[in-house]
């Protein structure tokens, strides 16, 4: 994996830290992940116009991988209702590299050498120990941030082994993100019976802009599965959580304590692993 690779897939993980902060700021997450959702299906767009169709066996996992993120949205929702944002957002991050390993080793056959391992395992740790269990004994929202971590591998592998067979990874994020447009409007409307637009304008601007943000966040990553272990990708746009406490930090007043500080150093280490030994 070339540097140029690692380079662009942390500047996805920035991305996605960044969509997510405007997720995390939105009054009514709902209708701003539902908007995200069309934002980058709009934006898909002319990835679908201006490129070839993908191969025939991709099109199950395309598919397949549009059902997965449509109850990744869901719970992440879910997640965020009855968790803090500072809770969920690290177990559902940081639970699925190593989801994600196992999961490319079962299905596509990936070998990761004994560092990676390590990569994966010391970025997953680093992630999950930022997060803040409060009440020890309500596991409700850590259980939803978890099976949000689940929905991430399996549309993860899932994407993986997809753009691999496509032919062009660009063709079959287009065709993705499009499909994956419909689901979450469909269901807002069948519960709110109308569309989902924000009373102010500027929060749907913000969430559009937060839907182009994703597009490019994951089509960069679906692109680097192509080219290097699903683990060791996943591993690294997870860092994403180190991004979302300095975003946390600086721009939403949240307190960096010495634990997420540490937590921090041991995603970063992990990270370095990964990029020396690719």
Not at 12 to 33: C, F, I, Q, T
Not at 132 to 141: E, M, Q, T, Y
Not at 213 to 219: K, N, T
Not at 247 to 276: D, P, Q
Request: proline letters at 3%; hydrophobic letters at 55%; aromatic letters at 10%.
């Amino acid at each position: 994996m070339s540097l140029a690779v690692i380079a662009l897939v942390l500047c996805a993980a920035l991305l996605h830290a960044s969509w997510n902060a405007l997720l995390k700021s939105s009054g009514d997450r709902l209708a701003s992940l539902t908007l995200m959702t069309i934002g980058a299906g709009i934006a898909a767009i002319p990835l679908v116009v201006f490129t070839p169709l993908p191969h025939a066996d991709a099109w199950f996992y395309i598919i397949l991988s549009a059902i997965l993120h449509t109850g990744y949205n869901l719970f992440l929702i879910r997640a965020y209702r009855i968790g803090d944002f500072g809770q969920s957002y690290p177990i559902a991050r940081g639970s699925s590299p190593l989801l994600v390993s196992i999961g490319a080793a079962i299905f596509a056959g990936e070998q990761m050498n004994s560092y990676t391992w390590i990569g994966v395992g010391l970025v997953s740790i680093g992630i999950i120990s930022l997060a803040h269990l409060k009440d020890r004994r309500n596991l409700s929202g850590p259980i939803a941030a978890f099976t949000t971590g689940a929905f991430i591998a399996a549309y993860t592998v899932t994407d993986g082994i997809g753009a691999r067979l496509a032919g062009n990874s660009i063709s079959y994020s287009g065709w993705l993100f499009v499909l994956d447009s419909f689901p979450l409007a469909l269901i807002f409307m069948w519960m709110h019976r109308r569309l989902p637009m924000a009373t102010e304008r500027k929060q749907n601007r913000l969430s559009l802009a937060g839907g182009v943000m994703s597009l490019l966040a994951y089509g960069i990553v679906i692109w680097a599965v192509t080219l290097a272990p699903m683990g060791t990708i996943s591993a690294l746009r997870e860092t994403s959580v180190l991004f979302a406490a300095l975003i946390g930090a600086i721009f939403l007043g949240e307190k960096l304590t010495m634990r997420r500080i540490f937590a921090c150093i041991v995603i970063t280490v992990g990270a370095i692993v990964l990029g020396m030994h690719r």
